[in-house]
């Protein structure tokens, strides 16, 4: 393969307006993923779930995967297999060690089990690599109102919890002491982020969902420690990253899912240089401060 035939397969831009208009749902879809899932990725990364991210996407590789081989509706089947894994990882891994155990143990069976789904399917197999990786044509009407309206509704739940559902994630034993009923927060969430995961499923496949779920909120936490700033930032970097990656690859042939996590990761390597160089600024200031206020204060005789 030459260059210029790899180059034209990565950004060829041939008829882009055109192609523009077939996409219109998928690029809709993902702006709305891309705000959900970076309002959500906020509290994945306070509760230390970036683990269970992938896990549930897993088992939403099998429910799609199933649906896809019996005919039936694919954004079903994926938030069915979602809702499971969620529900399961909710209720059985209260703690960390628990969690990351079930969690080793569903992801390489749900894999298993949608890889053996999708070895029976007869059809085509761009669909079958679709639900791996992505495809940029992959939202019709009916599951793009589907999509928004799942978008939509873990939106507004967040928003219910918010209050609460932050005091757990940041100290859960002290929220515990105070009333917070945090296995019901707990298993509230999981199915919130179970949800949301289905639907970045559809859009960037089940590999890769981290990348919308997990890498904006990792990126705004790196450049902010505020409670109301983080959660913008990380919004804010998921939208910028679903609808550029979708963009960018209606120029190529290839999946969608490089462009999406090759932005997000891009983004997330900015913030964290911005966080080191004031981290690094921080620290020269307050051995500045400290050596003039040695400076300043009279030897004792």
């Known amino acids: 393969m030459t260059f210029d035939d790899f180059w034209s397969q990565i950004a060829g831009f041939t008829d882009y307006g055109e192609l523009l208009t077939l996409v219109r749902f998928s690029l809709i879809a993902a702006a709305v993923l891309g705000i959900a899932g970076g309002l959500i990725g906020v509290f994945v990364m306070q509760r230390d779930m970036a683990f269970a991210v992938h896990g549930i996407s897993e088992l939403s590789f099998a429910g799609a995967a199933a649906a896809l081989l019996f005919g039936v509706n694919v954004v079903a089947g994926s938030i069915a297999g979602s809702l499971i894994a969620a529900i399961v990882i909710g209720m059985l891994g209260a703690k960390a060690r628990d969690r ?101 499923v559809q859009i960037i496949g089940a590999l890769l969902v981290m990348a919308l779920l997990v890498t904006p909120a990792a990126a705004a936490m790196r450049v902010s420690s505020s409670p109301r700033l983080v959660p913008v930032l990380s919004m804010i970097f998921g939208f910028v ?22 932005i997000s990761f891009a983004i997330y390597l900015v913030c964290r240089v911005i966080g080191s160089r004031r981290g690094h600024s921080r620290t020269v200031s307050g051995a500045s401060g400290a050596t003039a206020a040695n400076a300043s204060t009279p030897a004792k005789s």
């Open 100 to 200: 990351n155990s079930i969690i080793g143990v569903l992801m390489p069976f749900g894999m298993g089990i949608g890889i053996l789904f999708l070895a029976l399917y007869p059809g085509r197999s761009g669909n079958k690599f679709g639900l791996l990786t992505g495809q940029i044509i992959s939202v019709d009407g009916p599951q793009l109102g589907l999509l928004i309206g799942i978008s939509i509704i873990v939106l507004a739940a967040l928003f219910v919890m918010w209050r609460p559902l932050t005091f757990d994630s940041l100290d859960p034993e002290v929220a515990a002491a105070r009333g917070v009923p945090s296995r019901m927060l707990s298993l509230g969430f999981m199915v919130l982020l179970g949800l949301m995961v289905a639907v970045a």
């Open 241 to 262: 990253s679903a609808t550029g990656g979708v963009l960018l690859a209606i120029g190529g042939s290839l999946p969608i899912s490089p462009y999406i996590t090759t």
